[in-house]
Nanobody, 121 residues
Framework: QVQLVESGGGLVQAGGSLRLSCAAS????????MGWFRQAPGKQRELVAE???????NYADSVKGRFTISRDMDKNSVYLQMNSLKPEGTAVYCC???????????????WGQGTQVTVSS
């Protein structure tokens, strides 16, 4: 099994920056892609960014140009650098790993507990 632990959340003013970290432990050799999702109060969980083992990245349109996902394979970690944060970015941010392909789509099978990010206006 793989365990994911996030860190780096907190309170920041609009326009500020935060860097989230996610460390994986356990049977990490089984992981392929990793990603960050967020869920704001009363809203559905949404993909923020994801990165594959070959470095291919994918971002939500709402964060393109402001957020950067990166991965350290040696440390089994993934990071999310968030710049120019907006109040609508307030949410619980969760790390995910192990992309599972189902039909023409995919989902992630392993999730962290999440870290709160609050952006004040």
């Amino acid at each position: 099994q793989v365990q994911l632990v996030e860190s780096g959340g907190g309170l920041v003013q609009a326009g500020g920056s935060l860097r989230l970290s996610c460390a994986a432990s356990g049977r990490t050799f089984s992981m392929n892609a990793m990603g960050w999702f967020r869920q704001a109060p009363g809203k559905q969980r949404e993909l923020v960014a994801e990165i594959s083992t070959d470095g291919t990245t994918n971002y939500a349109d709402s964060v393109k140009g402001r957020f950067t996902i990166s991965r350290d394979m040696d440390k089994n970690s993934v990071y999310l650098q968030m710049n120019s944060l907006k109040p609508e970015g307030t949410a619980v941010y969760c790390c995910a790993a192990q992309r599972l392909y189902i039909g023409t789509g995919y989902q992630y099978g392993i999730w962290g507990q999440g870290t709160q990010v609050t952006v004040s206006s």
